[in-house]
T-cell receptor, first 111, second 112 residues
Framework: QKEVEQDPGPLSVPEGAIVSLNCTYS??????FMWYRQYSRKGPELLMY????GNKEDGRFTAQVDKSSKYISLFIRDSQPSDSATYLC???????????FGKGTKLTVNP | NAGVTQTPKFRILKIGQSMTLQCTQD?????MYWYRQDPGMGLKLIYY???????DKGEVPNGYNVSRSTTEDFPLRLELAAPSQTSVYFC???????????FGPGTRLTVT
């Protein structure tokens, strides 16, 4: 079992839809969780950063962590064509442990 | 702040040639990383550094070398380019080992 699993998609939705992107993980020591957005031919940019369990909201984006299920989600409300990108999850246990990345989910929002 | 900058943006190499990919960050981060990204394969860690003078291998170090003489710079060297090194290379920096990483714009390398 890979340490971090992420459905590669691709995921195609109409403009205005609510999008749910997910990652599962196997290491129960993970406590720092991040979502990155990567536009085509660009570097990944940090979108959301959460520590431990719970929700974090930033505008149209909500990050959710369920440590009991080892499952994290990113919700995008009122999705826009400008949200079309690949979304990567990343997580770490803290201390000297490095980030572990998912392989990314490609999202297309159609006008 | 410019963040993380990488040069060149694009490069075509012939098999057996050598080159250095440059990476500079202006955030005073101790931790720096080199990744390669191939289609559908995610980010693979090549080398990382925890501070000036200290480097270590990542998941796929073969065929690459790094050095870290200053906090700001972390160049990646390809000594004998092979077609398997055709990829997009990203440099990243972080304020701490497990912390959020900030990525550069990438270098797209083709070896023919």
């Amino acid at each position: 079992q890979k340490e971090v699993e992420q459905d590669p998609g691709p995921l195609s939705v109409p403009e205005g839809a609510i999008v749910s992107l997910n990652c599962t993980y196997s290491n129960s020591a993970f406590q720092y969780f991040m979502w990155y957005r990567q536009y085509s031919r660009k570097g990944p940019e940090l979108l959301m950063y959460t520590y431990s369990s719970g929700n974090k909201e930033d505008g149209r984006f909500t990050a959710q962590v369920d440590k009991s299920s080892k499952y994290i989600s990113l919700f995008i409300r009122d999705s826009q064509p400008s949200d079309s990108a690949t979304y990567l999850c990343a997580m770490s246990a803290g201390g000297s442990e490095k980030l572990v990345f998912g392989k990314g989910t490609k999202l297309t929002v159609n006008p | 702040n410019a963040g993380v900058t990488q040069t060149p943006k694009f490069r075509i190499l012939k098999i057996g040639q050598s080159m250095t990919l440059q990476c500079t960050q202006d955030m005073n981060h101790n931790y720096m990383y080199w990744y390669r990204q191939d289609p559908g394969m995610g980010l693979k860690l090549i080398y990382y550094s925890v501070g000036a003078g200290i480097t270590d291998k990542g998941e796929v170090p073969n065929g690459y070398n790094v050095s870290r003489s200053t906090t700001e710079d972390f160049p990646l060297r390809l000594e004998l380019a092979a077609p398997s090194q055709t990829s997009v290379y990203f440099c990243a920096s972080s304020p701490w080992t497990s912390g959020e990483q900030y990525f550069g714009p990438g270098t797209r390398l083709t070896v023919t």
